[in-house]
């Protein structure tokens, strides 16, 4: 698709705020559409309701196999918090699918203000026995398959001429561990795919940010991190001595892609108790 709309202003031009300069008041999202993705459970579950809670109408994407789930979680979103939620069945590793389901929003009338890259996969395994498939399996899902959502989703704010993205990427992006090669290069790859986008679409007052959380404590994962011998060998690296809650993360999410975040753009905020720092 030809992309001659764009419009070009001279780089020496100043821009005024278009944000407002308020935070979280209750229902300052009435009327704006935010899609997550991943978002039935977990971390993007939580990011949903954050949003939710501020009265933004909400795009929530799931693997096939997670859509009932899906459904009934997007049920209880309208009934608890007066907003209108919209399901969309959505692999990222199938690009024509995530044309395809961004083309079903715009003809729905949905103009996307803040896109959310929840959704992402993990593989423990030492590096000497990864498969092609293996690596594929990762960094399809959480980078290749992440910037081909953000592209598509970021047309229609760069025809707006605002918009903002949170990528949700790891502390792993930032350090390394091991038996993570593929997570760890992925994560790395989103934090700074979101720096990249950052500088390329500042130009259209649309802001990209990321958020890298240590280990949360979510459903999926509970019995790991409760694990005597995996809090023997990770707590000592987290200096405030505890795991992030989705809350953390939601928070953290809500805040980059608000406007009370408006002059920050290719940020990546670690929510990580000091894991970084050492
Ligand atoms: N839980 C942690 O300890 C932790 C730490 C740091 C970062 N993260 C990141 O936070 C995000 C959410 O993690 P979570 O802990 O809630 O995990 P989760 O497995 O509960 O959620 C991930 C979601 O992504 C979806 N998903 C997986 N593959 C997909 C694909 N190919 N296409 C579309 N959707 C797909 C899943 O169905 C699920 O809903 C991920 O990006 C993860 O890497 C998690």
């Known amino acids: 698709m030809a992309l001659d709309w764009i419009a070009k202003e001279p780089d020496y031009m100043l821009r005024s705020h278009t944000e407002d300069a308020q935070v979280h008041t209750g229902r300052e999202l009435t009327g704006q559409w935010t899609l997550v993705t991943g978002a039935s459970r977990g971390i993007?579950?939580?990011?949903?309701?954050?949003?939710?809670?501020?009265?933004?109408?909400?795009?929530?994407?799931?693997?096939?196999?997670?859509?009932?789930?899906?459904?009934?979680?997007?049920?209880?979103?309208?009934?608890?918090?007066?907003?209108?939620?919209?399901c969309e069945s959505l692999d990222l590793r199938d690009i024509a699918g995530i044309e395809a389901c961004i083309?079903?929003?715009?003809?729905?009338?949905?103009?996307?203000?803040?896109?959310?890259?929840?959704?992402g996969v993990n593989l423990l395994s030492p590096a000497l026995h990864l498969?092609?498939?293996?690596?594929?399996?990762?960094?399809?899902?959480?980078?290749?398959?992440?910037?081909?959502?953000?592209?598509?989703?970021?047309?229609?704010?760069?025809?707006?001429?605002?918009?903002?993205?949170?990528?949700?990427?790891?502390?792993?992006?930032?350090?390394?561990?091991?038996?993570?090669?593929?997570?760890?290069?992925?994560k790395a790859g989103v934090i700074h795919l979101t720096k990249a986008l950052a500088i390329e679409w500042a130009k259209y007052g649309i802001r990209v940010n990321a958020v890298s959380p240590t280990f949360v404590i979510t459903d999926a994962n509970e019995q790991l991190i409760q694990d005597p011998h995996f809090q023997r060998s990770n707590m000592p690296k987290v200096p405030l001595r505890k795991f992030a809650r989705p809350e953390d993360v939601a928070q953290a999410a809500f805040f980059l892609a608000t406007d009370g975040a408006g002059m920050i753009t290719g940020h990546n905020l670690v929510v990580d108790g000091g894991w970084t720092i050492i």
Not at 47 to 58: K, M, T
Not at 104 to 119: D, F, H, K, R
């Open 44 to 86: 993007g579950a939580e990011i949903a309701l954050q949003f939710a809670r501020a009265g933004s109408d909400l795009v929530l994407t799931e693997l096939p196999q997670l859509m009932d789930q899906l459904l009934e979680f997007a049920r209880t979103l309208e009934e608890e918090h007066g907003v209108e939620v919209k």
């Open 103 to 119: 083309s079903a929003m715009e003809q729905q009338g949905v103009e996307l203000s803040y896109l959310i890259n929840n959704a």
């Open 131 to 186: 498969s092609q498939e293996d690596w594929d399996f990762v960094v399809d899902t959480n980078l290749k398959g992440t910037f081909f959502l953000t592209r598509e989703a970021a047309k229609s704010m760069v025809r707006k001429k605002r918009g903002s993205i949170v990528m949700i990427a790891s502390q792993h992006g930032v350090v390394g561990n091991e038996n993570r090669a593929p997570y760890c290069a992925s």
